[in-house]
């Protein structure tokens, strides 16, 4: 019996794979559904496929599920779910009332990983708590429990936040290296310095305010650029944004 299934191998599937492999995970213990980039992955860690989804189920403790949200619900309906099963869905939008019906009896759990588990880095959430799944999280870095449906739908937003901070360090790469930095020393100082923003506020007790207020001299460079920022109306931009995102998973 394989412990671990995943159903539905893509972009998510591929970095958990890696990150698990990463961390010396058995890839005995894994089973991949045999579409999309099962062949490639399965090829590259040394793990097995699947004949089909039932036979995944069948074979397999827990299950993630990391298909399109569309698919979702298709995906898991009509397989031979057992009531000692966890489904560990990654779909976001997806709700657990929108999964139970076609994949009872197993319990079902959500979750929300970053491609950053590819390399252990990745802070999911996870709602319900659930020791199993997150003994298999911690493999692909952090792993934040939260209270409520509701809670976990907000949380998500940060999936967006993830890809948007990445487009902002591109944007800001290539700024440098227009202004003559080498292109990759622009690339690495852009990125160590946004690993450094956000260790300096996770690793802090003090509010974030506090935090920048030391940061933003009178008169000094901080300050002109949110000035600016301000002026533009970025941050409003920003939340606008996250509305937005959320409105959709509601949605």
Known sequence: MHSIGILGVGHLAEAIVAGLMRARFDPGALLLSPRGKAAAVGAKFDIGLATDNTDLVRRSDLVLLAVRPAAAVAAVAGLPWRDEQTLVSACAGVRITDLAPAAAPARIVRIMPLTAAAIGASPTVIYPECVVAARLLQHLG??????????????????????????????????????????????????????????MIAESREPIDTLLERLVTPGGITERGLDILSSHQSFAAWRAACDGVLAKLLG
């Open 142 to 199: 952090s792993v934040i429990p939260l209270g409520s449906e509701a809670d976990f739908e907000a949380a998500t937003v940060s999936a967006a936040v993830y890809g948007w901070v990445q487009a902002l360090i591109g944007e800001s790469a290539a700024w440098s290296a227009a202004h003559g930095l080498d292109a990759g020393s622009a690339r690495r100082l852009t990125a160590e310095t946004f690993i450094a923003a956000g260790r």
